[in-house]
C-alpha cells in the first residue's frame, strides 16, 4: 500500500513514521509512506499558505491554491488512484472496522489540516472523505493522519511478526453473542513482584482453566469499563 500525507508541519510526522511496526512495514516495503509539505505548493513569494476568514473571526484559514495543486502534483506521482481523505473534526468517527476497510485499498492520501480550517470551496473540489478520531480538540490533522497509517499498518499482512496478534487483541475479539469485548490482563516473570502474585491459575498448566478464566476476565472488565460496548457499538 501506498499513502501520501499532505501537511505544512512534515516535521510532526517524520519521527513517528520512522518508528515501531509503521517503520518496519515501510522498511520491508510492506508500505510505502510519503510526506508532503503543502507550502512547496506555495505561488506567491511570501509562500502564503493561509489567509484571514472572509466574515471575520478568530484565526487563519487555509488557501485553496496550495493544496489543490499540491494533491493533483502528488497524484500525478504514481498511476494508482488515490483515495482521498481529509483529517477533520467534522468527519466520521474512526472505528475498527473502517480502518479495516481502509487497510485493503492500494493507495491512500491523506490531508492534515491545520488553523482554524481549510477554505471550503477547496474540500467541496476534492470531495475527500473527511474523518475525525474522537470527541476532543486538536491543533491539527497531523497526530491524526499518523493514527490512521498505524492503525492501517499492523493490519497489512505481514506487518507484525505473530501471524494473529491482529486478530486476537481489543476491538477484535467478541463473545459468544458477537459483542466486543476488551483483553484480558497480561502477567509475566517474576512470579511475584512487589508482594503481589500472578493469578494462580495461570501458573497451573491448565490450558483449558486458563482460557475459561481469562473469557471471564474479558467479560467482567466490559461491564466495568466499558458497558458502552454491550449497549451501543457506534460508541
Ligand atoms: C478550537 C478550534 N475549533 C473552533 C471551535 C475548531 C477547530 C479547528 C481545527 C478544532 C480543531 C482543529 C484541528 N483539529 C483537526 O484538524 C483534527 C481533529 C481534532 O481536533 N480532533 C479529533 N480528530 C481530528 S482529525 C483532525
Not at 513569494?45 to 473571526?57: A, E, M, Q, T
Not at 472496522?97 to 493507495?107: F, I
Not at 476534492?126 to 490512521?148: C, H, K, M, N, T
Request: net charge negative; charged share 30%; glycine share 8%.
Amino acid at each position: 500500500m501506498r499513502i501520501d500525507i499532505l501537511t505544512l508541519f512534515p516535521d510532526m510526522l517524520t519521527g513517528p513514521l520512522d518508528a515501531s511496526i509503521v517503520g518496519r512495514a515501510r522498511e520491508s516495503g510492506l508500505l510505502e509512506v510519503h510526506v508532503h509539505d503543502i507550502r512547496d505548493w506555495t505561488r506567491d513569494k511570501h509562500n502564503k499558505v493561509d489567509d484571514r476568514p472572509f466574515g471575520g473571526g478568530p484565526g487563519m484559514v487555509m488557501m485553496c491554491q496550495p493544496l489543490h495543486d499540491a494533491v493533483l502534483a502528488v497524484e500525478d506521482k504514481d498511476p494508482r488512484r488515490t483515495h482521498r481523505m481529509l483529517l477533520s473534526p467534522q468527519g466520521r468517527r474512526l472505528t475498527q472496522d473502517h480502518v479495516e476497510s481502509l487497510a485493503r485499498q492500494e493507495r491512500l492520501l491523506l490531508i492534515a489540516g491545520h488553523y482554524e480550517g481549510i477554505d471550503e470551496r477547496v474540500i467541496d473540489a476534492l470531495e475527500p472523505e473527511e474523518v475525525s478520531i474522537g470527541d476532543y480538540v486538536l491543533s491539527g490533522g497531523e497526530l491524526p493522519a499518523l493514527v490512521l497509517v498505524d492503525t492501517i499498518a499492523r493490519l497489512l499482512p505481514g506487518a507484525l511478526g505473530h501471524d494473529d496478534s491482529a486478530a486476537e487483541d481489543s476491538f477484535s475479539i467478541t463473545d459468544d453473542d458477537g459483542t466486543p469485548l476488551l483483553d484480558t490482563p497480561h502477567y509475566t516473570r517474576p512470579r511475584v513482584w512487589d508482594n503481589r502474585e500472578v493469578p494462580e491459575v495461570l501458573l497451573s498448566g491448565d490450558h483449558g482453566a486458563i482460557a475459561t478464566w481469562r473469557r471471564e476476565q474479558q467479560r467482567q472488565r466490559t461491564q466495568q469499563r466499558r458497558p458502552d460496548l454491550r449497549e451501543d457499538p457506534k460508541d
